[in-house]
């Protein structure tokens, strides 16, 4: 089966930067997603990656390594609002498979 | 107006009940997807359908079933249901055509508990 890896919880602080692992099994990927998840909301897309390297969004970025099956999801400037749970997913024979998620703390 | 909406939001009902739950969509995506969420266990597929006429069985399909009425409507079934289904399911959608990713787009959610 695949297995996707990641911190089940973390805390910071406000104004921040804190890095959210993210490890899978390799064969049949393709493609890493992020989604964001606020308690009891469904999951929002925060963003892919197909290629190595970082791809930056304001204050996200995400990286991925293709030879390792990593990836991390890097949160910049923490606000309050950034209090939430993280998903990883691995996008794999036409389908997502989630890891069971981050819960980020951020705290004032 | 919300893109992809679940009806019910909340249900909660009796064990052997029959239960359905309903998902639309005006993104106008091919792809239509249910999963379930516990806490400590993440999403999980339970069906997908990748147009009206493709259904497929997911991770936990068992004691579900589903019915693509129309691209845009996609429900699910607990035929008879039981206390551990309790859970928050989610309905997603994607589009995966020319440069599309395939990105999945979730519904807010119906929480469901059995009794």
């Known amino acids: 089966g695949q297995n996707i890896d990641q911190p089940t919880e973390m805390t910071a602080t406000e104004g921040a930067i804190v890095q959210i692992n993210c490890t899978y099994q390799?064969?049949?990927?393709?493609?890493l997603f992020w989604y964001q998840q606020h308690a009891g909301e469904a999951p929002t897309f925060l963003s892919y990656?197909?290629?190595?390297g970082l791809e930056e969004k304001g204050r996200f970025s995400s990286f991925l390594s293709r030879s390792k099956g990593y990836s991390y999801l890097l949160l910049k400037e923490l606000q309050m609002k950034d209090s939430a749970s993280y998903l990883c997913a691995d996008h794999n024979t036409d389908k997502l498979i989630f890891g069971t998620g981050t819960r980020l703390q951020v705290f004032p | 107006d919300a893109d992809v909406t679940q009806t019910p939001r909340n249900r909660i009902t009796k064990t052997g009940k029959r239960i359905m739950l309903e998902c639309s969509q005006t993104?106008?995506?091919?792809?239509m997807y249910w999963y379930r969420q516990d806490p400590g266990l993440g999403l999980r597929l339970i069906y997908y359908?990748?147009?009206?006429?493709?259904?497929n069985k997911g991770e936990i399909s068992d004691g579900y079933s589903v019915s693509r009425q129309a691209q845009a409507k996609f429900s699910l079934s607990l035929e008879s249901a039981i206390p551990n289904q309790t859970a928050l399911y989610f309905c997603?959608?994607?589009?995966?055509?020319?440069?599309?990713?395939?990105?999945?787009?979730f519904g807010p959610g119906t929480r469901l508990t059995v009794l």
């Open positions: 390799t064969s049949g990927f393709n493609g």
């Open positions: 359908s990748f147009d009206v006429k493709d259904i």
């Open positions: 990656n197909v290629l190595d």
């Open positions: 993104k106008g995506h091919d792809r």
């Open positions: 997603a959608t994607s589009d995966f055509s020319g440069i599309s990713t395939d990105t999945q787009y």
